[in-house]
């Protein structure tokens, strides 16, 4: 079935470790990709987003993410995290030939970041 | 900025009730969306719509439905809570065609006893 796997559930980081949450979606042709982050009591936000051009796309906080196009993948990253980047980030894709702004969501990563 | 508002944060019904949600956007948006979001799961789209009178159904609509009768407020309903339904309810919103972009409000926890 198409969807977006997020390969991690629960990742545990000390501060100033580097982050990779990796994300990976099964849909053919050309989608739009996006992490979405949603802190502790607070509404989901967009962290970043690719539509095209650069496959190196850089987003709020310090975050960036890679589209490889071969490998199916989108995945973020932060080279040093601190304990406020603690939340739960969920990638997203919208199907190719989506008129209706439709996002399929992965299940999520919650990241926890000890001081 | 865009704003995304949602009538209640918590809400607490019994089984069997009829329950409303609403959903009110600021920003003239065509298309709105509700999503519940369960721990292990994500979020899941019940019901989205792209005009004023138009809905389309998501991946789990049983036991919802939906009402867009102004272009700004999108209203999720329960016809017949179960406790199965217990769960955070988010509205969100987009421009329109092709802007794919969604905007979030801050969710609704809806415990049914």
């Known amino acids: 079935a198409q969807s977006v796997s997020q390969h991690n559930h629960h990742v545990i980081l000390s501060e100033a470790a580097s982050l990779e949450l990796g994300c990976n979606y099964s849909y053919g042709g050309t989608v739009n990709l996006f992490w979405y982050v949603q802190y502790p009591g607070q509404h989901l936000q967009l962290l970043l987003k690719y539509f095209s051009g650069d496959p190196l796309v850089k987003g709020i906080k310090g975050f960036e993410a890679e589209f490889i196009k071969s490998k199916f993948s989108f995945n973020l990253r932060k080279p040093s995290v601190q304990w406020s980047d603690t939340a739960e980030y969920f990638c997203a894709v919208t199907p190719p030939s989506n008129r209706d702004d439709k996002i399929i969501f992965g299940k999520g990563t919650r990241l926890h970041i000890l001081p | 900025d865009v704003k995304v508002t949602q009538s209640s944060r918590y809400l607490v019904k019994r089984t069997g009730e009829k329950v409303f949600l609403e959903c009110v956007q600021d920003?003239?948006?065509?298309?709105m969306f509700w999503y519940r979001q369960d721990p292990g799961l994500g979020l899941r789209l019940i019901y989205f719509s792209y005009d004023v009178k138009m809905k389309e159904k998501g991946d789990i609509p049983e036991g919802y439905s939906v009402s867009r009768e102004k272009k700004e407020r999108f209203s999720l309903i329960l016809e017949s809570a179960s406790t199965n339904q217990t769960s955070m309810y988010l509205c969100a919103s987009s421009l329109g065609v092709f802007s794919y972009e969604q905007y979030f409000g801050p969710g609704t926890r809806l415990t049914v006893t």
């Open positions: 920003m003239d948006h065509e298309n």
